[in-house]
Nanobody, 123 residues
């Protein structure tokens, strides 16, 4: 069983940056694909970014391309990071980390999910 724990949420001003981390415990997720999703107030959960197990293949939602970067944070590859720059009010949401075996996908067919982190961007 894998548990995912997210860190780094909070409030930031428009144009600011935040770094979200997702640490896996229970077993290594070295061979797992990782992703971040988010749910804005009154909206459905949506795909943000994904990363293949090798740490090379990445994919981003159009709304965050050029501003967000997903990566593995450590040699054990048990921590995934989402660096968010140029944040806007539209990025305000609860952000969820997810992991799955196999290739990364943009739908929510992931095996494991974190509890979610609030990210609030204010003007």
């Amino acid at each position: 069983q894998v548990q995912l724990e997210e860190y780094g949420g909070g409030e930031v001003q428009d144009g600011g940056s935040l770094r979200l981390s997702c640490a896996a415990t229970g077993r290594t997720i070295r061979s797992y694909s990782m992703a971040w999703f988010r749910r804005a107030p009154g909206k459905e959960r949506e795909f943000v970014a994904s990363l293949g197990w090798s740490g090379v293949a990445t994919n981003y939602a159009d709304s965050v391309k050029g501003r967000f970067v997903i990566s593995r944070a450590d040699r054990a590859k048990n921590t995934a990071v989402l660096q968010m720059d140029g944040l806007t009010i539209a990025d305000t949401a609860v952000y969820y980390c997810a992991a799955r075996t196999g290739q990364p996908v943009t739908d929510d067919s992931y095996d494991y999910w974190g509890q979610g982190l609030q990210v609030t961007v204010s003007s």
